[in-house]
């Protein structure tokens, strides 16, 4: 965070927003409490802009400049996003998508060729089965694995408000997809079997994506950590199994677990945490 804002301090000084090495307290307190909102916005907005499964902060990263360019196109007077992807980069972190020239880092839109024959956009804002229909009637334009069991998880209508007021209408949907498979079956995946993971070892695959439609029900954007993905399943089946998960699932502390484990302690009891 340090880093953060001694870079957004200097990008300040470089707009002549004020004098460089002067900053008045008053002026720094109100400007750091609407950028310390402001940012704690595009975070949350962002979770819509994320793939539902095996989320990254390469992804998350993209997420973030995605969603804040969708609700304010012009950022010349702070350059949130272009401060963020520079502080990101410095602790060696590289937005999941290229984007453009204009806007690096951002989801690209889908490719062409989605058919909207057979769907009813009206009934997709409440409707999942609706909305199944469209994600396997188009599976091979939005590149699915078919053999795997396919759910459509959440589908939200949201109306956005950017910070001069334009509202943004769109509808968030999210599936996911899961593959059964023993450890010898996973070459045909081109995923890599852990060391030393032996062959009948049974194992469920996740991916999944998120589906940002327009207010007409098109799709905007289509964001996907996809079940058969040989680099991201390689790497999650190898921590896994390094961690011991598959030895014994009980005994995995993920973050989820640390965390609830905290809440549920006594204060008394808690563990001093220095900083």
Known sequence: MNSFVE????????????????????????EGAMIADYLLTMVIRALDYAPPVNLEFCDFLSAILTSDREINPNDERYHFRETLLDTFLQYGIKPAS?????????????????NYDLVHFESMQRDRDEVFRFIWQNRNALDLYEDSYTRVLSLRPCLRVGPDGFALQETVVEYMQIVTVLAS?????????????????????????????????????????????PERQTQRLKYLWEYGYYRDPSSFRNFATLHLKKRAAPFASSIRQEW
């Not at 993971?197 to 964001?223: A, C, N, R, S, W």
């Open 98 to 114: 290229e984007g453009t020239k204009e806007d690096p880092g951002i989801w690209a839109p889908p490719e062409k060729g989605l």
């Open 185 to 229: 079956e996973l070459g045909r995946l081109k995923i890599e079997k852990p060391e030393d993971m032996p062959g009948d070892q049974d194992l469920m695959l996740y991916g999944g994506g998120t589906l940002i439609f327009d207010e007409y029900g098109h799709v905007k954007y289509h964001i996907t950590n996809k079940v058969n993905s």
């Open 7 to 30: 870079v957004w301090a200097k990008r300040l000084e470089a707009l002549g927003h004020v004098a460089p090495g002067k900053l008045d307290r008053g002026r720094v307190v109100e």
